[in-house]
């Protein structure tokens, strides 16, 4: 199918165009760990370390959407793993967001700062003024999570690109469909495809995307090497999921900025952001790069009690973390020991219809 089509339209056609008389629509699942290979390796399946035709199916239809070839991984954890070993070694300096999600840092901070990584921290929305002498790669999270700042993609690009510094982008709130990073400059797109782009709260997946291969190898080496495999079956989820991203891509965000909008200006709520808001403070770099601004809305109630009431009250909201599914959630986030107050709340919107969630959400508002 030619480029005349929309990404979406030429993913779910990927393998349709392909079929020959008598051969299934639906993506099989080849279960197999190891594949007829008889004489010397000749580049065809041999392996499921080494490849796997269902998940090769699925690389390619992220590719589509990305722009860019794609490695898959078990979980988006692992997906940024593979970047940190595959780029990180003694000496060098990484830059990390202080306040996305956390477990980066942690990896970070376990496996590599105690082995002679350097560790630098920055903002989100200070990325952009950050030093980047010296940084061999600078991980950002936009809008991050869960605090929902946004920092200019290009603009940070750009600053790295002089400093030979390598720029990860984690796209899991936004996903490509909202923010494209490989188009403003980043050289690596990181999702945790558990999220939204599986969409249905059932497995663990990520990526990697890159236009540039000599980044992508080491990635991709790693993988075969540490043995980071998705299965075959959550793979054909995965696809599943991809089927109807769009579709629950757009709901979510309808979702988000109706919440956002219902809750603006309420004197009950304090500290609301949501991007697509244009009074928030992240509104104007994040009408420059987002087509979209995610499905989550953050806001803080008087204190965790208040926070937690209100949760467990809402008929529409799943108490649980993550967030991409097709159940709106809610959690504190503050059991986590992000640093937030202790009334934060973190408020995923799932595909409910738009009047009902809201009136589910004023309605567990006024009863708290």
């Given amino acids: 199918m030619t480029d005349t089509y929309s990404p979406i339209s030429r993913l779910l056609h990927h393998r349709t165009q392909r079929l020959r008389k008598g051969e299934s629509i639906g993506l ?6 190891t594949f007829e290979q008889p004489g010397d390796p000749d580049g065809t399946h041999f ?20 722009d860019a070839e794609t490695v898959l991984f078990p979980s988006g954890m692992a997906a940024i793993a593979s970047v940190f070993y595959a780029h990180l070694k003694p000496g060098d300096c990484v830059l990390v967001h202080s306040d996305g999600y956390y477990n980066a840092r942690g ?35 936009t809008p991050s ?60 997946a990520g990526h990697v995307a890159s236009r540039n291969p000599g980044l992508l190898a080491p990635v991709k080496t790693w993988r075969r090497l540490a043995g980071a495999i998705v299965s075959p079956f959550d793979a054909y989820l995965l696809h599943r999921g ?15 900025m109706a919440i956002a909008t219902a809750l603006s200006g309420d004197a009950r709520i304090t500290g609301l952001r949501y991007p697509g808001l244009a009074g928030d403070p992240a509104h104007p770099v994040a009408r420059r790069q987002m087509k979209g601004y995610g499905p989550i809305v953050s806001f803080c109630l008087a204190d965790r009690a208040s926070a937690e009431a209100f949760i ?5 909201l799943a108490a649980a973390t993550s967030f991409g599914g097709v159940h709106s959630s809610a959690e504190c986030r503050v059991r986590w020991g992000d640093a937030v107050p202790g009334g934060f709340i973190r408020f995923a919107c799932g595909i409910e ?16």
């Fill in 47 to 66: 392996y499921g370390r080494n490849g796997n035709p269902t998940v090769e199916e699925v690389e390619a239809e992220i590719s589509l959407i990305e």
């Fill in 312 to 316: 467990a009250r809402h008929p529409l």
């Fill in 28 to 33: 099989p699942i080849i279960a197999s760990s």
């Fill in 242 to 256: 991809l089927e109807t991203l769009e579709l629950r891509v757009s709901r979510a965000n309808a979702n988000a």
């Fill in 145 to 204: 999570n869960p605090g929902l700042d946004v920092c200019d993609i290009a603009a940070i690009a750009a600053r790295a690109k002089a400093s030979g510094t390598i720029l990860v982008a984690d796209n899991t709130t936004a996903t490509p469909l909202c923010q494209r990073p490989l188009d403003l400059g980043a050289d690596l797109s990181i999702m945790a495809d558990t999220k939204a782009m599986a969409g249905h709260s059932d497995i663990l």
């Fill in 107 to 141: 990896l970070l901070a376990d496996q590599f700062a105690t082995r002679g990584v350097e560790v630098r921290t920055v903002a989100t929305a200070a990325f952009a003024e950050a030093n980047f002498a010296g940084v061999k790669l600078a991980l950002i999270e």
């Fill in 353 to 368: 219809p738009v009047s009902d969630l809201v009136a589910a959400t004023l309605a567990a508002l006024d009863a708290t």
